[in-house]
């Protein structure tokens, strides 16, 4: 990966002045917050109308965490403490276990997808639920109970809006009008709010990089006590996005030939998802040799280091000359986009998973396109309420391995270094942060 000019700074570690005890307080209510393997967390459900009501219900209580905040691009990432966040309606507040460290918070990191800033980055999570939002459905309380384990999709799901009534979860139009273009839940409002100043702090999904966060009810899957929190984080970005290409925009049917370019994290979670698909030729394609071997364990028949040898003709080649069925495109770069597109037999899938820098366009031989049928498909993820549940069985069941997925694991006071590393190609498949 090319590294702009003074990223190294933005990566620079930077302690915390203080050091936050574990141990949570009384709220101004006295309303006693209790913590332990189960939190239990009772507060008045009163609202108000007023804009300073609204505020007061953020602050009003007295516990306190920490978060990971990327302030601007080429500043440094610095661990903060927040006020302890409060759901609303509909929103679960989870203890964080894990959170893993994907290329897409480091693409709002070096500035090259715009986010709104101040925000806590992190957007892949287990970990365990502490309390229901007021007025949250008796149907959630019931499938997500104070102390369950679960995990969370990256995509978070309003449940009303036109395309989750029609089961297209992964085209959530408050996901994307609020989370994605200003950094909020779908009242318009951040759950986060600095400890020391009240300043709100904008959330990248559910601002996962911190001790406690806010995650809407459809996001969330319960996680099997024969599934470990680290781990497990993996599944509700890396795998949910492998997931949604190869099963909803791929329609990967067994005896498929399928091309992967790029077999990092997500990649390499097509990889293994084309296996359990029953897919025929998989190719995994990549520049570094490591990757490649790797790929072999995730279920590549073969592989293709793009810098030894031309892509498309050794595709090519490997498919009889035909090239194959489908192809994905997992890096987001232009000279990738165009491999994956033309590495498709006449008739075939070419689908985009990588996010790339902002404006970044890809090109297509419009007449090929045209004449042989070919399609090409953009993909984000998965769809959350319909999907997770089978990623979880699919862990659960071994068909999904999630040990050989995660190759690095770091501690919170280390997320800087684990950007960094991913920064520098340093990762061969998937890192994660444990958090608590």
Known sequence: ???????????????????????????????????????????????????????AYHVSSGGSM???????????????EFNMPRPKAGEILIKTKACGVCHSDLHVIKGE?????????????????????????????????????????????????????????????????????KGTLYDGETRLFLRNSGKPVFMYSMGGMAEYCVVPANALSVLPDSLPY????????????????????AEVRAGDSVAVIGVGGVGSSCLQIARAFGASDIIAVDVHDEKLQKAKTFGATH???AIQEDAIEKIREITGGMGVDIAVEALGKPQTFLQCVQSVKDGGKAVMIGLAQSGAVGEVDI????RRKIQVIGSYGGRARQDLPKLVKLAESGIFNLTNAVTRKYKFEDANKAYEDLNKGNILSRAVVEIM
């Open 367 to 370: 007449n090929r396109l045209v």
């Open 1 to 55: 990966m090319m590294i702009r000019s003074g990223c190294k700074r933005l990566f620079s570690s930077k302690k915390n002045g203080s050091v936050l005890s574990s141990s949570w307080l009384l709220n101004r209510n006295n309303n006693q917050i209790n913590k332990g393997d189960n939190d239990v967390i009772k507060r008045p459900s009163s609202s108000s109308s007023s804009s300073s009501a609204a505020a």
């Open 303 to 305: 592989t293709v280091n």
């Open 113 to 181: 997808i715009p986010f709104s800033n101040p925000c806590v980055v992190g957007h892949e999570i287990t970990g365990e639920v502490v309390e229901h939002g007021p007025h949250t459905d008796n149907k959630t309380i019931q499938r997500l109970p104070v102390g369950s384990r679960v995990v969370g999709a990256f995509i978070m799901p309003c449940g009303n809006c036109s395309f989750c009534s029609k089961g297209h979860d992964d085209l959530c139009e408050d996901f994307f009008a609020y989370n994605r273009a």
């Open 66 to 80: 920490r978060g990971l905040v990327f302030w601007e691009t080429n500043k440094p990432l610095t661990i903060e």
């Open 230 to 249: 680290k781990e497990s984080a993996i599944l509700g970005c890396a795998v949910f996005t492998a997931y949604g290409a190869m099963a909803h925009a």
